[in-house]
Nanobody, 122 residues
Framework: QVQLVESGGGLVQAGGSLRLSCAASRGTFNTYYMGWFRQTPGKEREFVVSISQSGGVTYYGGSVKGRFTISRDNAENTVYLQMRNLKPEDTAVYYC???????????????WGHGTQVTVSS
C-alpha cells in the first residue's frame, strides 16, 4: 500500500498563501492520479483538486479554481497544492489522495494520507 504523507499545513491570515506537499513512499507514483480533499467537522469530505499521472490534466472543485493550483513532481514522488488568497472557509484538514484512475470524488480514492491542518484566520 502506498503511504502518503502530507505536510505544509499551518496557520495563515486570510489572503495569505500556503503550499502543501504530499510525499508518496513508493516508486510507482507516476501510475497514480493524485488529488486533494478537505474536511471540516460536520461536513462531508470535499473534493478540492486532482491531477493526472502525467500532470497534463487537472480538475478543480468547489470554489478553489483560480486560487489553488495542483502540481506534481514524479521524480520526487510528490504532489503539491499551492493555495493562494486563502479564506477562512478554506480552513480544514487537507488530505492527499491517490487512485489508479480519475479522482473527482471520495468514492474514487484508493489511498489516503493522514491529513494536514490548514487554518485561515481573520
Amino acid at each position: 500500500q502506498v503511504q502518503l504523507v502530507e505536510s505544509g499545513g499551518g496557520l495563515v491570515q486570510a489572503g495569505g498563501s500556503l503550499r502543501l506537499s504530499c510525499a508518496a513512499s513508493r516508486g510507482t507514483f507516476n501510475t497514480y492520479y493524485m488529488g486533494w480533499f478537505r474536511q471540516t467537522p460536520g461536513k462531508e469530505r470535499e473534493f478540492v483538486v486532482s491531477i493526472s499521472q502525467s500532470g497534463g490534466v487537472t480538475y478543480y472543485g468547489g470554489s478553489v479554481k483560480g486560487r489553488f493550483t495542483i502540481s506534481r513532481d514524479n521524480a520526487e514522488n510528490t504532489v503539491y497544492l499551492q493555495m493562494r488568497n486563502l479564506k477562512p472557509e478554506d480552513t480544514a484538514v487537507y488530505y492527499c489522495a491517490a487512485s489508479t484512475n480519475l479522482i473527482r470524488a471520495v468514492r474514487e480514492v484508493a489511498h489516503w494520507g493522514h491529513g494536514t491542518q490548514v487554518t485561515v484566520s481573520s
